[in-house]
């Protein structure tokens, strides 16, 4: 028997940094969004009571330093799994580029694993072990259009966003999500996000709206450790409403016009730019039937 699930990158529609938590974590306020770009997963019987991980991009570890992996161990432990898993991870979300790959990986293993070894529904448990794994992680489980605050693991459903065609390009280059929050500082926001506004246009399902109201106060601190991501946000403005993926460094800019998100893309690859081009997503299309 072989289990197949997705793992759909996501990006921040808005994100607004609120505070220093005691524990070190950053408080934040903030709505993700699923993208219909997904990593694949697959899980097998692997003879043994382990967990074995192989994975596309033979530059991501395939241990205990892959959420996976974690994920897997961590879901194993606590329902006392004899049976070990093969998981194979096709990789086609960038690592490290503020769409939540590895965050999505660790939930679609928690999803799979569930029924591959066919255990029970606990939603409360899921979330509990989600959240451990990263602040992400939770929203990752369940997808679609959700409110976001704590680190990010505390989530409230919106209904789905109006459809709307996603360009994101790259840099280039990875960029540690600790060391934007480190360098993060509140007085460098000059335009904090409008988290009312937005979430009003959700709910109205005021495309235009939405468009005008993207916001990242984490911007200010990637552009000041490279000035790159603000001229490849400046480069997609000219084409459409653009803003840096959660803590950076890929952009991306919202469309209602699908034409005009290909022109977009076609002429970011003609200059060299890593970018693709997907659609947002749906509860409903990502299948979470656990939660």
Not at 31 to 57: E, I, P, R, T
Not at 190 to 217: E, H, M, Q, T, Y
Request: charged letters at 20%; one cysteine or more.
């Amino acid at each position: 028997m072989v289990i197949y699930e997705q793992a759909y990158a996501k990006i921040n529609i808005v994100l607004d940094v609120v505070g220093k938590r005691p524990d070190g974590y950053h408080e934040i306020n903030t709505v993700f969004q699923s993208l219909m770009l997904h990593d694949n997963l697959s899980f097998s019987k692997n003879g043994g009571s382990g967990v074995a991980l192989s994975c596309s991009d033979a530059t991501l570890p395939a241990g205990p330093e892959n959420l996976v992996w974690r994920a897997a161990v961590l879901l194993k432990e606590h329902y006392r799994v004899s049976a070990g898993v093969k998981i194979t991870l096709e990789k086609k979300v960038p690592a490290a580029a503020g769409l939540g790959g590895g965050s999505s990986d660790a939930a679609a293993a928690l999803r799979g694993l569930l029924r591959f070894w066919q255990l029970p529904v606990e939603r409360d448990v899921l979330y509990r072990l989600a959240a451990g794994l990263g602040s992400d992680v939770p929203f990752c489980l369940e997808g679609g259009t959700s409110y976001g605050t704590g680190r990010g693991e505390i989530i409230e459903r919106l209904q789905p966003l109006p459809q709307f065609s996603v360009v994101l390009a790259n840099p280039g280059f990875a960029l540690s999500t600790a060391l934007v929050y480190s360098h993060y500082r509140g007085s460098d926001v000059a335009l904090r996000p409008d988290l009312a506004a937005v979430r009003d246009a959700i709910a109205r399902g005021d495309s235009n709206k939405i468009i005008a109201n993207l916001g990242n106060s984490l911007e200010c601190a990637a552009f000041k450790l490279y000035p790159q991501i603000a001229q490849l946000k400046q480069r997609m403005s000219r084409a459409g409403a653009s803003l840096m993926c959660g803590s950076g460094p890929t952009v991306f800019s919202l469309f209602d016009d699908w034409e005009k998100a290909y022109e977009l893309t076609c002429n970011l690859k003609n200059e060299g730019i890593s970018a693709w081009l997907t659609e947002t997503s749906t509860r409903r299309e990502l299948g979470c039937q656990y939660v």
